[in-house]
């Protein structure tokens, strides 16, 4: 199986007709002039590819249909020039890869998805509110050569959505070789903030997809999960930024706001910002479904695959010449399986590498001793690591301030039936050597979960003690959370209330991280009236390798 994936963007690449039509990559890659490192076949000293007016996650605001080809594209990784997929559109004689889409709440959005692979695809809208039948179901993949037609109103509240394919088994590879980009939704009043703020979009306002990647002895892009690695997750032996590999942003002493995904198969981050060798505050504005009601101050936060955060960076009190690096602060991945899985059917054997020096409270980083094909070693998850550095440049007078209240908050759902939530239990199933929701994996043609559109729904989350963090995302719909039990320390220590939550948990979730021995309550709000009929939606875990290996339900909504 392995062998044939490998070859696939080799494949791939003869099926891109659009991808020589002249990428504007020269104006995406940085100057290299300053900090031209020696002896490398890799850039070093990028800047932050910042989304422009066309190129690599450039931003695009769709009038009439777009056309999306997922295909791949040599040259276009900003790390090291190697291939990724991408979705590619011409307009106007300008081209975007992966772009940026901007949308107006209200406006009509219509796209043909083109399969330039040599295997089936689907793009699903995360986070988008979107009939099942146009949200990237993986029942509705299409064969190479094929398209598909999407087209549906944009009701979502303003905020920082995300697309990616989402054809069955094939997820984590094509979203890992390049396919993923932004979904931003803009209503009249968060475009309002942006103005009291004066933030622009592509400049002090900016999207970030954080990806960890490996690579080959040419740069490539390696994806070759191991029977270990599928279960426990894929990690990259570094960790790009918008595409590029330790970039930095020249910056001004005034607030920036970050959107940050996480778009990576597996890997945890714990974020956070360090200078002068101390951890500079930030306040959360907003996260999967839009502005919290009122920012948050933080200095950790953590970021799952999947999610989403928002936040505003405040560079005020800094002087030209100091730097800001945005990093991952040391946290316990908590892989809590290892050791007792080692013996299941095909298993590497258990890693044996020095677990980064942070102690007897940090877990191992699953994979550190697994030879990774041509690269380095994976990148410990919870090591101290940097991602990006921002250079502060210039002195600017900026004399606005954060509004206290940021946005209103939907009413979370009616009153609760009465009777016990819905449980999902979250654990491996030793002998599958799969992990799985309830004891099942995924069956397209099963709806082991039945829903009434109009009835409150309180669902339980819980995480197996003896297994590892898993992102549980519902497709189609937004939930509260409302409650964390028997978390572990180092979330516990983050709580904000009586009820166990984090400030991240705060506003509409899609994506929710479920910590081992932790139950994590959630009330769905499946009322959304502008799906007609009955809806197949998803459940699944975003560690995208647990997903493609089943840890994936259907959600019948009638
Ligand atoms: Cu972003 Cu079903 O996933
Ligand atoms: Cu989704
Ligand atoms: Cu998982």
Not at 310 to 339: C, I, S, W, Y
């Amino acid at each position: 199986m392995t062998q044939t994936r490998r070859q696939f963007l080799s494949l791939a690449a003869k099926a891109s007709a659009l991808a020589l039509a002249g990428a504007p990559l020269v104006a995406l890659l940085p100057s290299t002039a300053r900090a031209a490192k020696p002896a490398s076949p890799f850039a070093h000293g990028q800047s932050l590819p910042l989304p422009g007016a066309s190129g690599l996650y450039g931003l695009l605001r769709p009038e009439g249909r777009l056309t999306l080809t997922a295909a791949a594209v040599p040259g276009l990784l900003p790390a090291t020039r190697a291939q990724m997929l991408a979705y590619t559109t011409v307009q106007g004689g300008k081209t975007w890869h992966n772009p940026t889409l901007v949308l107006q709440k209200g406006q009509e959005f219509r796209t043909r998805l083109v399969n330039g692979l040599d295997e089936p695809t689907i793009i699903h809208w995360h986070g988008v509110d979107a009939d099942w039948r146009q949200a990237g179901h993986p029942s509705y993949a299409v064969s190479p050569g094929q398209a598909y037609d999407y087209a549906f109103p944009v009701t979502n509240r303003a905020g920082t959505y995300w697309y990616h394919p989402h054809p069955h088994g094939l997820t984590a590879r094509q979203s890992y070789l390049g396919l993923a980009s932004f979904f931003l939704v803009r209503d009249a009043k968060e475009m309002a903030l942006s103005r009291e703020l004066d933030l622009t979009l592509g400049v002090t306002d900016l999207p970030i997809v954080l990806q960890d990647k490996r690579f080959d002895d040419h740069g490539g892009l390696v994806y070759a999960p191991s029977q270990d690695e599928l279960l426990m997750g894929h990690l990259g032996s570094e960790v790009l930024a918008n595409g590029a590999r330790r970039p930095s942003l020249d910056a001004g002493t005034r607030l920036y706001r970050l959107r940050l995904l996480n778009g990576c198969t597996a890997r945890l981050f714990n974020l956070a910002f360090e200078t002068r060798g101390r951890k500079l505050p930030f306040a959360l504005m907003a996260n999967d479904g839009g502005l919290l009601d009122a920012p948050w101050t933080m200095d950790e936060v953590f970021l799952a695959p999947g999610e989403r955060v928002e936040l505003l960076l405040d560079l005020r009190g800094l002087k030209p010449g100091e730097l800001v690096a945005l990093v991952n602060a040391p946290f316990d991945p908590m892989h809590n399986e290892e050791g007792d899985h080692a013996g299941h059917a095909g298993a590497a054997p258990a890693s044996q590498a020095p677990d980064g020096g942070h102690g007897a409270e940090h877990g191992q980083g699953h994979g550190g001793g697994h030879p990774a094909p041509g690269g380095a070693a994976p990148l410990d998850e919870g090591a101290a690591y940097p991602i990006l550095h921002v250079r502060v440049v210039r002195q600017e007078k900026y004399d606005r301030s954060v509004p206290a209240r940021l946005s209103t908050l939907p009413a979370a759902s009616g009153p609760l039936a009465p009777g016990a939530p819905r449980r999902f239990e979250l654990a491996l199933d030793r002998h599958a050597g799969r992990w799985t929701i309830n004891g099942l994996t995924y069956d397209m043609a099963a709806s082991p979960v039945t829903v009434a559109r109009r009835a409150p729904e309180a669902w339980e989350f819980l995480g197996a003690r003896d297994g590892m963090p898993h992102p549980m995302h519902l497709h189609g719909y937004f939930f509260r959370v409302t409650a964390r039990r028997g978390s572990p320390e180092q979330v516990r220590r983050r709580a904000v209330d009586a009820a166990g939550l984090l400030a991240t948990d705060l506003g509409l979730k899609d994506t929710v991280l479920v910590w081992p021995g932790e139950t994590v309550a959630v009330t769905p709000d499946f009322g959304n009236p502008n799906y007609p009929g009955e809806q197949t939606f998803l459940l699944h875990c975003h560690n995208l390798e647990h997903e493609d290996q089943g840890m994936m339900l259907n959600v019948r909504v009638s």
